[in-house]
């Protein structure tokens, strides 16, 4: 599949040809929406990781280090999404599970059995 995508910043028009390999018999229509919506998702992950984890500042480097980190990360993310805490964000859940050790307890399942 190839796709070319077009870019206008003022006068400025750029053009882009992206490949991908499939085996979809799909329509035109139907692979464009797949990656489009493919493409929404990985922005939005990554977005959330750089906004609420500070992702990109990160300068971690040696050995397997950035991708042990880069697996927290997204793990801690799923971790407070998935947290039913009413009217928190995930930003506001992270302060929230580093000042509180119950709430920290609660999101990682860890609360003790009385």
């Known amino acids: 599949i190839m796709v070319e995508s077009q870019r206008c910043i003022?006068?400025?028009t750029s053009t882009e040809l992206r490949?991908?390999?499939?085996s979809s018999a799909g329509s035109p229509e139907r692979v464009a929406q797949a990656i489009r919506s493919h493409w929404t998702i990985e922005s939005q992950l990554h977005w959330s990781l750089d906004v609420t984890l500070a992702e990109d500042a990160c300068r971690v480097r040696k050995d397997?280090?950035?991708m042990n980190l880069a697996i927290l990360r997204r793990?801690?993310?799923n971790l407070l999404k998935l947290d039913p805490t009413p009217r928190l964000s995930v930003r506001?859940?992270?302060?929230?599970?580093?000042?509180d050790d119950d709430f920290r307890r609660d999101v990682l399942g860890m609360r003790p059995m009385s």
Do not use: C, T
């Open 19 to 22: 490949y991908y390999l499939s």
């Open 75 to 77: 793990f801690v993310l």
């Open 92 to 99: 506001a859940k992270l302060k929230q599970a580093a000042w």
């Open 64 to 66: 397997n280090a950035s």
């Open 10 to 12: 003022g006068a400025k």
